[in-house]
């Protein structure tokens, strides 16, 4: 079964630190795509990422960064000298085998005090 | 471009009345997507199309619930009756299929509050 785990449910920092949202994934494809989304407290899901199982290079956005490693199963994303506008709940998902249907996890609500 | 276009953004309405949820996908987009989201539950799939046709409709929770598209430019959402636990965030989100595995772009949402 495909599956996705944020466990980190909540993460405070403050402004200017770096934090790391960790995504576990599970998926018998060889060949797969992973997402990321952004839900800020306005309530819209807002696509960040799409990143493909034969590409593990990492990306760089600004201040964003997303490191895939498919021997850990993980793609995990580094916001840079955080901002209070990046608080918001991040979610990591995976498309299911064959079909166009997303599996998101859990999110990780992100707060970065001033 | 516009994105997806969901109407109402908000929703306030009494147990047992019907409730239709309006949404715009993406032009050019052939792919649409109905989501819940709620505390308990996370984000779920209801329902999606492709070219206006329903594909899975294994989320929707029970009849009550029925989604239509009868065009590559508008779908509804409705609940009849509606019920307190109806309550939620819903979004539309919709994709271009054919190419795997393109991004499903949402709307703003319509938080639905069933009293």
């Known amino acids: 079964a495909q599956k996705v785990t944020q466990a980190q449910t909540e993460i405070s920092v403050v402004e200017k630190e770096d934090v790391t949202l960790d995504c576990v994934y599970e998926t018998r494809d060889t060949t797969y795509y992973l997402f990321w989304y952004k839900q800020p407290p306005s309530g819209e899901l807002v696509f960040l990422i799409r990143r493909n199982s034969f590409d593990e290079q990492n990306e760089i956005s600004g201040r964003y960064s997303w490191n895939f490693q498919k021997s850990t199963s993980s793609f995990n994303f580094t916001i840079t000298a955080s901002q209070v506008v990046d608080s918001a709940v991040y979610f990591c998902a995976l498309p299911t085998s064959g079909t166009y249907k997303y599996i998101f996890g859990t999110g990780t609500r992100l707060k970065v005090l001033a | 471009d516009a994105g997806v276009i969901q109407s109402p953004r908000h929703e306030v309405t009494e147990m047992g009345q019907e409730v239709t949820l309006r949404c715009k996908p993406i032009?050019?987009?052939?792919?649409l997507f109905w989501y819940r989201q709620t505390m308990m539950r996370g984000l779920e799939l209801l329902i999606y199309?492709?070219?206006?046709?329903?594909?899975?409709d294994s989320g929707m929770p029970e009849d009550r619930f029925s989604a239509k598209m009868p065009n590559a430019s508008f779908s509804t959402l409705k609940i009849q009756p509606s019920e307190p636990r109806d309550s939620a965030v819903y979004f539309c989100?919709?994709?271009?299929?054919?190419?795997?595995?393109?991004?499903?772009?949402f709307g703003d949402g319509t938080r639905l509050s069933i009293l």
């Open positions: 199309f492709n070219n206006n046709v329903p594909i899975d």
């Open positions: 032009s050019g987009h052939n792919s």
């Open positions: 989100a919709s994709s271009l299929l054919g190419t795997p595995y393109q991004p499903q772009h």
